[in-house]
T-cell receptor, first 111, second 113 residues
Framework: QQQVKQSPQSLIVQKGGISIINCAYENTAFDYFPWYQQFPGKGPALLIA?????SEKKEGRFTISFNKSAKQFSLHIMDSQPGDSATYFCAASSVRGDMRFGAGTRLTVKP | KAGVTQTPRYLIKTRGQQVTLSCSPI?????VSWYQQTPGQGLQFLFEYFSETQRNKGNFPGRFSGRQFSNSRSEMNVSTLELGDSALYLCASSLMTGKDEQFFGPGTRLTVL
């Protein structure tokens, strides 16, 4: 069963634009929400993560917005660059440590 | 600090065979998690090991098993391979628990013919 739903499946953005990827979860026991970036032929790499005690976290051009009541969180990539073209996964885990991933979003940033 | 290493990187097997994949975590990391990645199902959690004990298990059949050694290195085994087992198998290590920041290896690409 898919415990974390991610959208859109693919996204095309112009260079300099804002990329927005959304995720929703079901399990209220989840309390750690990371985002991973994966390039072809590589394993996923942690981009940014948030815990439910804050509603927003920003690191450089990457921002996570978190809405605990709606059980949703999103990744915003400001000033998107061609080098950001990759597949992005949201994930969630509980204190048990069993990480559940969204289906992934393939982002293409056009120059 | 060396990253997570996985061996072999590529593997071709036939149906009915078994396979063992290896993962060496980052030095000092005690938790190792395994994932299966396929185009259709995405990234799916297989299991997590900590201090040689399986702490969590995903929804996979018993043909999938694993173990962790005292040096935190981990192996996963798939017996009686099926065509649907073709996937990228990823290992991730973290300091203490699977909830801590996970560092992924490059994966082992398994093809079952």
């Amino acid at each position: 069963q898919q415990q974390v739903k991610q959208s859109p499946q693919s996204l095309i953005v112009q260079k300099g634009g804002i990329s927005i990827i959304n995720c929703a979860y079901e399990n209220t026991a989840f309390d750690y929400f990371p985002w991973y970036q994966q390039f072809p032929g590589k394993g996923p790499a942690l981009l940014i993560a948030i815990r439910p005690d804050v509603s927003e976290k920003k690191e450089g051009r990457f921002t996570i917005s978190f809405n605990k009541s709606a059980k949703q969180f999103s990744l915003h990539i400001m000033d998107s660059q061609p080098g950001d073209s990759a597949t992005y996964f949201c994930a969630a885990s509980s204190v048990r440590g069993d990480m559940r991933f969204g289906a992934g979003t393939r982002l293409t940033v056009k120059p | 600090k060396a990253g997570v290493t996985q061996t072999p990187r590529y593997l071709i097997k036939t149906r009915g065979q078994q396979v063992t994949l290896s993962c060496s975590p980052i030095s000092g990391h005690r938790s190792v998690s395994w994932y299966q990645q396929t185009p259709g199902q995405g990234l799916q959690f297989l299991f997590e090991y900590f201090s040689e004990t399986q702490r969590n298990k995903g929804n996979f059949p018993g043909r999938f098993s694993g173990r962790q050694f005292s040096n935190s290195r981990s192996e996963m085994n798939v017996s009686t391979l099926e065509l649907g087992d073709s996937a990228l198998y990823l290992c991730a290590s973290s300091l203490m628990t699977g909830k801590d920041e996970q560092f992924f290896g490059p994966g082992t690409r398994l093809t079952v013919l």
